[in-house]
T-cell receptor, first 108, second 115 residues
């Protein structure tokens, strides 16, 4: 079983919908990253969080350390949000463990 | 955007041939990483460097070697490429060893096909 599991693997939604992507992990962590990979391949860091919630524009990331779960939300989704969203957790030795990603397609 | 350039961006080669991928950074970051990305898998660390001539293995280092003779350049070499090494390769950099506690900055990737 993978130490980091993302769900769903694929998600297709209509423009304007509220999107939720989930990340569950089975190891102790000190922090968690969310990243975005565009269709062209470039990977960009969105958030790093160790507790609570962070917000940047239409993106919101939450984490519940006790439940070993994090969510990435997108409000008022837009076709330009179409990308692969990747979760990565930080172990106590600072090692990163990567999720396999969630492919999001937003249709106009 | 962080100044990271990977070359080549695409390469097709035959089994058994040597292949070298280059990562060049203009950020003067000490730490550099090579990952591979395959369908159904998260990014997997191949090798990393924590300074000039200082490198170490990641989780999937077999069949790969690296070199770092200058701060700005980190080379990944497949001595004798195999079809299982067909993948997309990403270079990343970070300012400190707190790899997980700081965002990494990624190159645009190299798509490598071994026939």
């Amino acid at each position: 079983k993978n130490e980091v599991e993302q769900s769903p693997q694929n998600l297709t939604a209509q423009e304007g919908e509220f999107i939720t992507i989930n990340c569950s992990y089975s190891v102790g962590i000190s922090a968690l990253h969310w990243l975005q990979q565009h269709p062209g391949g470039g990977i960009v860091s969105l958030f790093m969080l160790s507790s609570g919630k962070k917000k940047h524009g239409r993106l919101i990331a939450t984490i519940n350390i006790q439940e070993k779960h994090s969510s990435l939300h997108i409000t008022a989704s837009h076709p330009r949000d179409s990308a692969v969203y990747i979760c990565a957790v930080v172990r106590s030795n600072y090692q990163l463990i990567w999720g396999a990603g969630t492919k999001l397609i937003i249709k106009p | 955007d962080a100044g990271i350039t990977q070359s080549p961006r695409h390469k097709v080669t035959e089994t058994g041939t040597p292949v070298t991928l280059r990562c060049h950074q203009t950020e003067n970051h000490r730490y550099m990483y090579w990952y591979r990305q395959d369908p159904g898998h998260g990014l997997r660390l191949i090798h990393y460097s924590y300074g000039v001539k200082d490198t170490d293995k990641g989780e999937v280092s077999d069949g790969y070697s690296v070199s770092r003779s200058k701060t700005e350049d980190f080379l990944l070499t497949l001595e004798s490429a195999t079809s299982s090494q067909t993948s997309v390769y990403f270079c990343a950099i970070s300012e400190s060893w707190l790899q997980g506690r700081q965002p990494q900055h990624f190159g645009d990737g190299t798509r490598l096909s071994i026939l």
